[in-house]
């Protein structure tokens, strides 16, 4: 899931998934086109696929007829990669597929809203803000003519583009798109669906900013209770949930009640992406603060390092990700008397956020 790092207000991203007549989305674990996967939507999607995780990205294909069938597959690999955080190997497979599948079906099928959603995902997740919101308006647009206003689809490309909303600050505008969303989820799925989860997150992830906590720590446990239901004790969407309370709890100083959800959404990520996943990133830059907080700077300095390690090697060097955990990074060295590496940092973290605005 795509947390922002620094308290680690996450609400976890939402995938679309195709099926042969439109798209649908399943909440949780993402599969393609025509595979319908075991449970619920975050980010990180594992599609059925027989090459390896660590070639699969990069293998090549016989030729074939550019037909709905390549575009699925297309769509798949995209997937794939994506959730392996491999981002700049699925950009050109999600455009191609977009590309076929509007050849194909037309620009306002369904398949093609999908693409659109999931590419809008893509540039979300790699700070790409501008570049993402006209492709959720698109889909959202697509979405309500073929589906109806009332769709799940619709709820989560208005969660997606709130998302968004919130990352830029823009919480008049989030607020909204956020509520909406969730009153579609319930009517359509029901009290208890993963999918109303998502959306309760979303909703205390935009109180929590705004500092009304009270709010933001019934919906964080209202998600928390929903996800661990539905879901099990190890799953991604989970540990989103878990590292939104723990953020919530370090900003009110609560560091002990902190400290054990922050370890435990750490050991979920670890397990469920591996050790270079840039949600496990945020994990880490996120107990590091706690740590930091509590003036543990020996345990916090590691978690940094690797932190920052992970996001240059994942998302690249001038993502807003990377110059928090700088930022993060430079405060502790402040207060371990580096002033010099602190400056440094800061600089670099300023240089990015200079060339990455919202």
Known sequence: MSRPADGSM???AVVLVLLALGARVFPAQQSGPGSAP?????PHSQVEAEPSQSTACKEQHEPAPEDENLATRLYDLAELCRAQGRYADAEPLYQRSRSIFENQLGPDHPSVAACLNNLGELYRAQGRYTEAEPLYRRALAIQESTQGT????????LHN?????????AYNEAEPLYVRALTISQKALGEEHPNVALNLNGLATLYHARGLYVNAELFYKRALAIWEKTLGPEHASLAAALSNLAALYRRQGRYAEAEPLYQRALAIDEKALGPDHPDLAV?????????????WY???????????????KTLGLDHPALATTLENYAHLLGKTKRKSEARALRARAKAIRARRPA
């Open 161 to 169: 583009l709130a998302e968004l909303y919130k990352a830029r600050g």
């Open 10 to 12: 996450a609400s976890g």
């Open 150 to 157: 009332e769709h799940p689809n619709v709820a989560l490309t």
């Open 298 to 312: 020996k345990q916090a300095e590691p978690l940094y390092q690797r932190s920052m390690t992970i996001t240059e």
């Open 38 to 42: 075991p449970n619920a939507d975050q």
């Open 283 to 295: 994990d880490l830059n996120n107990l590091a603060l706690l740590y930091t907080s509590r003036g």
